[in-house]
């Protein structure tokens, strides 16, 4: 599924695909940054400079250390006004058969819609297509 949205609401957030933004400051790239060692985060850090591209975005290496390990700890990325101000994103990670990180299933919304407490079921779904992919590895969360 490419994107899905509801009829209800008047304003929707549509991303378009193929659109480009920095790892560090979308839930998703910060799913694959944080499969990557220190090392290989050290390297993204002083490749890109960590632009911004909000007031919100992540531009220091301790700040995106930090968020990486709360990306490890909790398996979901958020993006919060981070892309685009008033935007908002939740993202979880797709594995396949062999564990590794294929894709990252998302959640966009308007930031005043907003709500922390849709991770979990963000991260359940990605977890139930990782295993319908054959993924059968436990998570600790």
Not at 16 to 42: M, N
Not at 67 to 81: A, I
Not at 90 to 112: K, Q, V, Y
Request: charged share 30%; hydrophobic share 40%; proline share 6%.
């Amino acid at each position: 599924v490419e994107r899905t949205s509801s009829g209800r609401a008047s304003v929707r957030v549509v991303h378009i695909v193929g659109a480009r933004a920095p790892l560090h400051t979308t839930a998703t790239g910060k799913l694959f940054l944080a499969e990557d060692g220190a090392e290989r985060i050290r390297d993204y850090a002083r490749r890109t400079g960590l632009p911004a591209s909000t007031p919100a975005s992540i531009t220091t290496l301790p700040a995106l250390e930090k968020e990486l390990d709360r990306v490890r700890r909790h398996d979901v990325g958020f993006d919060l006004d981070e892309v685009e101000a008033g935007v908002r994103c939740i993202a979880a990670g797709i594995r396949d058969d062999s564990g590794e990180l294929i894709a990252g299933l998302s959640l966009s919304t308007p930031s005043d819609r907003f709500n922390p407490d849709w991770a979990p079921l963000v991260r359940e779904t990605a977890d139930e297509i990782s295993r319908a992919l054959g993924f059968s590895a436990p998570r600790t969360r």
